[in-house]
């Protein structure tokens, strides 16, 4: 008589291992608020400022220019903010004001508009926009 085939044993996974299984997934990271935005509206326009978090209350001075963020504070200080609700204001505004080396980059690329038009003072980049 033959012997009967060995029966593979397979182990259901158990709580424990399924808890450390979900518990490894982290969800996403929430985008980082590094920007202060603020939105001037008007019956005519809508100028939107965005700053640099790290540049808000200081002040930028080179060739006869000054750029005080801290007299100036509250025309730029308002909400803080992700690229993403930086890039949906852009989208809406008439002028734009922008302050802040990662400003003004995400406010190139995200308008399509070039580095030539750009100030630096005091080291810090500073771009006016006006759609007419």
Same mark, same amino acid.
């Given at each position: 008589?033959?012997?009967?085939?060995?029966? #593979?044993v397979?182990?259901a996974?158990?709580?424990?291992? *399924? #808890?450390?299984a979900? !518990?490894?997934? #982290?969800?996403? #990271?929430?985008?980082?608020k $590094?920007?202060?935005?603020? @939105?001037?509206t008007?019956r005519?326009? @809508? /100028?939107?400022?965005? =700053?640099?978090?790290? =540049?808000?209350?200081?002040?930028?001075?080179?060739?006869?220019?000054?750029?005080?963020?801290?007299?100036?504070?509250?025309?730029?200080?308002?909400?803080?903010?992700?690229?993403?609700?930086?890039?949906?204001?852009? =989208?809406?505004?008439? =002028?734009?004001n /922008?302050?802040?080396?990662? $400003?003004v980059?995400?406010?190139?690329?995200?308008?399509?508009?070039?580095?030539?038009?750009?100030?630096?003072? *005091?080291?810090?980049?500073?771009? !006016?926009i006006?759609?007419?």
């Amino acid at each position: 008589m033959a012997k009967p085939a060995a029966a #593979k044993v397979v182990k259901a996974p158990s709580a424990k291992s *399924g #808890k450390a299984a979900s !518990q490894s997934a #982290k969800p996403p #990271k929430p985008a980082a608020k $590094s920007y202060y935005l603020k @939105t001037h509206t008007s019956r005519f326009s @809508t /100028i939107v400022a965005v =700053c640099d978090k790290d =540049c808000l209350g200081k002040k930028f001075e080179s060739g006869g220019l000054i750029l005080d963020l801290n007299v100036h504070r509250r025309f730029y200080e308002g909400e803080l903010v992700s690229e993403e609700r930086v890039n949906e204001a852009l =989208c809406s505004a008439s =002028c734009v004001n /922008i302050v802040g080396d990662k $400003s003004v980059g995400l406010a190139c690329s995200s308008m399509g508009v070039s580095k030539a038009g750009v100030k630096k003072i *005091g080291g810090v980049s500073h771009l !006016q926009i006006y759609r007419v």
